[in-house]
């Protein structure tokens, strides 16, 4: 399974970005599809997920309410994060990541994860 991230850039606090995961090879094997970050100098840090299946989804309170995870209806091997009311705090390395069998409780866990995708970079200025 490979993952192609894409979208990252700089924007002003209180603005949008979307990002990008498009997912290639075996992605039968995909069931769960997620968002983590990194800030220089910090951890790695669940952002929000979303099943295969596109019914349940799952978000750090940090970004509740202002992200959203989707995949796309058309091109199924696609899966967007939409950041809106971008915050400076948002400043990382977006990294999206694939697994299997990840069960509710472990989905925040970049553990968990099997496979990884380049990251993209987002900067938000104030």
């Known amino acids: 399974v490979q993952l192609q991230a894409s979208g990252g850039g700089l924007v002003q606090a209180g603005g949008s970005l979307r990002l990008s995961c498009a997912v290639s090879g075996r992605t039968f094997t995909v069931y769960t599809m997620g968002w983590f970050r990194q800030a220089p100098g910090k951890v790695r840090e669940f952002v929000a997920t979303?099943?295969?299946?596109?019914?349940?989804?799952?978000y750090a309170d940090s970004v509740k309410g202002r992200f959203t995870i989707s995949r796309d209806s058309a091109n199924k091997n696609t899966v967007y994060l939409q950041m809106n009311n971008l915050k400076p705090e948002d400043t990382a390395v977006y990294f999206c990541?694939?697994?299997?069998?990840?069960?509710?409780?472990?989905?925040?866990?970049?553990?968990?994860?099997?496979?990884w995708g380049q990251g993209t970079k987002v900067t938000v200025s104030s």
């Open positions: 979303i099943r295969w299946s596109g019914d349940r989804t799952y």
């Open positions: 990541a694939a697994g299997s069998g990840i069960i509710a409780s472990s989905i925040s866990s970049a553990t968990r994860y099997e496979y």
